[in-house]
């Protein structure tokens, strides 16, 4: 792989900068040339300023990287993954674009700037049109996409081939979130043996807000958001990975559960004639077993990629009702981010580089 | 206490069993006389036959109490607790009924007789009404009342206020079960260490059906149930005591947030006046902070007795979102029998003990 | 209660700072009257600058009560419990020893301090004898003593009957210590769930050291220590509270299992005729059943200031093994610095006010 | 991989017997061809018959193999893999071996039998030299030979470069055992949320006894175990795999910690020529960091067959004190049983076959 494109991680040694550090140690078309963190940390070896917390070892190749400032110059890509926190990724994000980066990004700070697409590859490829007008307004040479939130991803995941199939009217979502989620080293033991928390912070409007444009359709220059409507009630439960979401689904047509399952399992990904490396196949797996799915055992299906789905019933309040679980630093963050990235560079926007 | 009726209780070794004991040990009215437990362990010494599995140690004066075969001539008690398994109670419970027994059951199999009140005092003492019936219709000296499922209870305590003040169409439920409701050993820990489950046998049926049962009104001899339709998915999560669940309403009449938790505080309990010793004051605690109930937290509240409910806001889909968290196995299931006994008591069906 | 003595609390908002404010709330001698936190924290409400922890609410009594400066004067009492950290411990102790007061620490700062007695009542109250010294030496009027380390504590307690009795040439000790050790947030809910950490910062050093120290014998002005060796090995498991420590033993005389059952059964504490409240009774409770002690079952006896030991078994290569287990806010810090407290004002060290 | 050696796992369905199944699952020298249960599910599919307890899903190559009678006719391989319970593996395997079958065991059941070998290839291969005495004495075509129990394995791993370079007069251990450890449902979640168990039942006889045997040398027809004493007491914790044993050992002759670690690090398998596809490169894995090794992090060095060692410190009352860690149902287990049969192909006994 002489040719791999070199790529830089930002917010390197946090939970969801190790998930990129670790899923791009063996990718077919990136490699991980540079590393950024905070600004007092540059110059520092990785090995030495990272406290590595996902299982297995720290990839040899990056012990000895030194961590750079993260800016378009010191960096050195034509490719950024940024995991950094949200009070700090805005400005950085929108300099590196300047500076002629692409950036793919798992920050929330630009998911509802009307020019930048909360991109899902699979379901909305079509809102890689906002780039032009993103270039264009901002007169960047790089650019910004980013991914949904982790709980939001794998909603819209499902919800776009029932939308597509049966129309959706509302869904109402409780999830059962895992600890990976709140970072490193996010809950305190303390609270969390013997213990749930009903509460995320932030999240629930998240989760009503962000699938809405993710299942929009661009019009003109913007996305025009989906109509459906969305409630969520979000709990963190003593899981260190998987995030499990309990749905139930007003549709604008009724429908039996076997074509539900059928709709689910039948979903043609949007991507799925371009190769991209960290596609799934499937993208939706249906679990038929009442027990599932469950977090330990699924989360890592398609590679941690791939949405379950289990537990799909009949509702007596709504149409229909089921459990959904994905991975939620891999296909709700770090995973999200490189298969945007893998898409871009599919569709040109890394020219010179592939 | 010279006077305390003495009762047995049935499936004395299992977990609701222990409970039956524990919180018997120092009531007012009730003194533990009598043990049962499956057949071929009757003659053992309780502290032999049992494996205790509550926090501390088994409570001294019913060490060395010899287990009797479950007949009202070997109990010798006005009043059975019966934590008997569904698939032996059915006909036990009948059987002692017959021979003049009070039986409080927290088993699950005469709930849904039409002559058997699933009580809870507070919300639907008019219940015992179908109690003469039920001694008419069978001929016994004795009776039958029955708790609640574990889930069923705080969600039929938290909807009889607002069923009230408001009108509820309906309701979807999401549970985060404890796994003290599983019986002990009950769930393998192999299962639940990093993991949840997304499913408990049986009880999403139970949870849609009885608490339109136990929020209905007696006409007659039968209870009409309430109009209100139920959707409920149920999962299992790695905490010791103390189910969690997530609600979304659909109201009659539209209700602030605020209008909620007035109503919720400000609701009466039906035996107020009675004094009856595990009645908690208040029935419902409503807590402000964003990140309660938590089962740990909020389980022993009022004894174990009381429902907590939190996190009181609109709901996009319906009306009305919450948390609710009560005990399962003091509010759900022991406490919840031991309070419906107070009550016969209170009305007189233990005439001549009391 | 009328003439309690008010008692400050530094430290209030912590993990064991919140354990005294716990444990203070219904005592006999004691009331809460100053609570003190961090400088940036004074003029704060208790209720607003602290993060109750503990299981339960935070009492009434203390919520609306304005955090102090640490000094004498701003706290006004002539008993002080101190939970500071040992960073700023030191100096703050010493200056408020200085202005009179009496503290009671659980800091590890002044521990190993030749004129500042490691106490535990119950088998070292001869180490009393250093106060003197230490007021005359320093010049104050106010004095200090310590508890043990969380861990050391239970080890000393069981080593002082094996001692008297047996001697004690060596120990290996092998802790599966609680989260709570650690504090509060302490550690991360991702590095505790299946997993457990063979480290605890520091730990191993206090527990070769301070027993030796707390079962010495005063000589003039200091204590000298006892000749035993000790070996410790110390891991963090999943356990809220409740240290678990594993022992083998190498006894002067050879002893078997039931003697050093009895030993310990049979102890006689040096406190026993004073009637301290915190006392428990017995200190050593033995266990004969396999499987215990446990954390969960155990940790609450004597309200968590006794010590059960079980597993008692001669051991292959040393001379005896078993199993301790205590309360590690409870006896091995707040409830043991309350009983210290209760030992100084039953010898006339609180003169004037009790 | 057209002529591996067909295998059969008895007793497919547990803990060990899914490990089995997996870990053959791409094995290149070994494809299951047989699985055996319990009698009363003979001729059961084995994706019907056994709950899958591991994480992924079962092989998709043995779902639909039916479960047969465990004969060696009806197994119909020159190899069987034993995950049998202690009370039916002994007549079993003893059958097998008589109807010419090669048994590689993970039963206790003869382990202690003096001319049946506990073998762990890496450092008692020439205990393969009871085969001879085995198969004449017995009059067996076929032969057994078993795994160390899952704790002795590693501890025994440890010890043997140890004894080698210094002598080792005794060790006592410690361990923190996983929940695997006692099969499927095995521990229930109520005894292992907040809390540990100091007991695992047989557990500490068979750490005090087995690795003196497999340490021993073979003189004429039986082994002379070694001369060290060993102690043990055993946890157990809520991890789902990997047992961590804290050692303190007392040498021959005095070694620095950094001599113990080279010794470790520096050790040569006795099979490191042979190319056995599960032997770990390397064997024994030390880490210097504080806090490793654990459960989580470390049980799957060398595929689960390596044992990791930590924390090397000199030790007050024995020389040398450490922390070890392997996976249980790998190295402890099945792992470890596939590697023993691997040496017996090897070696030549399963000539014919390879």
Redesign the interface.
């Known amino acids: 792989m002489p040719d791999r494109i070199p790529v830089a991680v930002l917010g390197a040694t946090g ?1 969801v900068g190790q998930r990129f550090v670790q899923l791009l140690e063996h990718h077919p078309w990136f490699r991980v040339a540079a590393l950024a963190a905070s600004q007092r940390r540059a110059g520092q070896r990785y090995a030495d300023a990272c406290r590595w ?1 996902l ?3 720290m990839p040899p190749s990056v012990r000895d990287l030194a961590l750079r400032p993260a800016t378009a110059e010191a960096l050195g890509c034509p490719l950024a993954f940024s995991a950094l926190p949200s009070d700090v990724a805005g400005a950085l994000e929108e300099d590196l674009a300047r500076g002629g980066v692409v950036v793919s990004s798992n920050a929330a700070s630009h998911r509802m700037d009307p020019d930048v697409p909360i991109l899902i590859p699979e379901i909305n490829a079509a809102h890689l049109a906002l780039l032009d007008a993103q270039r264009r307004g901002r007169g960047w040479t790089g650019l910004i996409v980013t991914t949904a939130n982790c709980a939001s991803a794998p909603l819209a995941i499902v919800l776009q081939p029932l939308s597509d199939a049966f129309g959706v009217r ?3 979502v ?1 999830t ?1 979130q895992a ?2 989620g709140a970072g ?16 995320v ?1 932030g999240e629930e409007a998240k989760l ?1 807000r962000e699938p809405r444009r993710i299942l929009g359709r661009v019009v003109g220059t913007e996305v025009q958001p989906a109509a459906l ?3 969520a ?1 979000c ?1 963190r ?4 990975n998987g995030h ?1 979401a ?1 749905l ?1 689904i ?1 549709l604008e047509r009724r429908a039996a559960a076997e074509a539900v399952i059928e709709t689910l399992q039948g979903y043609r990904s949007q991507v799925a004639g371009l190769g991209l490396p960290s596609a799934p196949q499937p993208l939706i797996v249906v679990r038929r077993e ?8 699924d989360r ?1 299906a398609g590679g941690g990629m791939a949405v379950t789905v ?2 799909i019933q009949p ?4 149409d229909i ?1 089921m ?1 959904v679980l994905a991975h939620n630093t891999v296909r709700g963050a770090a995973g999200g981010a490189i298969l945007n990235a893998e898409l871009l560079a599919a569709e040109g926007y890394l020219e010179g580089w592939r």
Do not use: F, W
Request: proline content about 7%; hydrophobic content about 40%; glycine content about 6%.
């Open positions: 939970a917390a299982d297995g070892d509302h869904v109402h409780v059962l600890l990976s490193y080293p996010g809950l305190a033991a303390l609270d969390m043996v013997d213990n749930i928390l009903p509460y912070a009503e409507v969305i409630s009630q709990n439960v003593a899981v260190r499990t309990c139930t007003g009442d027990d599932r799915p469950q977090p330990r055992r890592d289990g537990r509702c007596a309040v709504n009702k459990v």
